[in-house]
Nanobody, 117 residues
Framework: QVQLVESGGGLVQAGGSLTLSCAAS????????MGWYRQAPGKQRELVAV???????NYAESVKGRFTISRDNAKNTVYLQMNSLKPEDTAVYYC???????????WGQGTQVTVSS
């Protein structure tokens, strides 16, 4: 079993910044990729950003140029630096990781990000 523990959410004004962290722990030999998803009220969960163990990244179009995903492989931790936040970024942000063996997808408990206008 793998546990994902998120931190760093909160309330921020539009134009501000926040950094989310997600630490993975438990029984695993490999954790790849790691990423962040978000779910706003009344909407489906969507991909925000994902990063592989060799630092290849992919971003949702809506966050390109504003958000940066990174990871510390030694600490099994993934980060999401969010700049120039907009009210439409308001959502619960979930950490996601594919880890094992046996390999499966894990989710964090979610952390609320609220951007006020």
């Amino acid at each position: 079993q793998v546990q994902l523990v998120e931190s760093g959410g909160g309330l921020v004004q539009a134009g501000g910044s926040l950094t989310l962290s997600c630490a993975a722990s438990g029984s695993m030999l490999s954790i790849n990729p790691m990423g962040w998803y978000r779910q706003a009220p009344g909407k489906q969960r969507e991909l925000v950003a994902v990063i592989t163990s060799d630092d290849s990244t992919n971003y949702a179009e809506s966050v390109k140029g504003r958000f940066t995903i990174s990871r510390d492989n030694a600490k099994n931790t993934v980060y999401l630096q969010m700049n120039s936040l907009k009210p439409e970024d308001t959502a619960v942000y979930y950490c996601n990781a594919h880890a094992g063996p046996p390999f499966r997808t894990y989710w964090g408990q979610g952390t609320q990000v609220t951007v006020s206008s």
